[in-house]
């Protein structure tokens, strides 16, 4: 979204956020459940050479890893793979933060 108008990203940035539409019932008709997500985190060697979009539900408490063109990834592996090692990243940066 940007300015709450829907697009195309080209990539995403910190802060852009992906809107996540599904049908939370099984008929073709039945209306879309949306939530959005915010990009939280960009993971690479650096921003500049980010592969892979961390992003954060705060509505219903959930991650998302999308790549850096806010396609959700779907091998669920490489995902929990890219989200353990953000978490591990933001517990290790907060317990430096108490010291």
Do not use: W
């Not at 690479?44 to 892979?52: L, Q, V, W």
Request: charged share 30%.
């Amino acid at each position: 979204m940007d300015n709450g108008s829907p697009h195309t990203a080209t990539r995403v940035e910190l802060e852009d956020t992906i809107v996540v539409a599904s049908r939370l019932e099984q008929p073709p008709d039945a209306p879309l459940h949306e939530l959005e997500f915010e990009v939280v985190a960009l993971i690479g060697e650096d921003e500049a050479d980010a592969k892979y979009a961390v992003c954060y539900c705060e509505s219903a408490d959930e991650f998302l890893v999308a790549d850096i063109f806010g396609r959700i990834i779907e091998d669920d592996a490489l995902a929990q793979e890219v989200l353990n090692g953000f978490l591990e990243h933001a517990d290790d940066a907060q317990a430096g933060d108490v010291s």
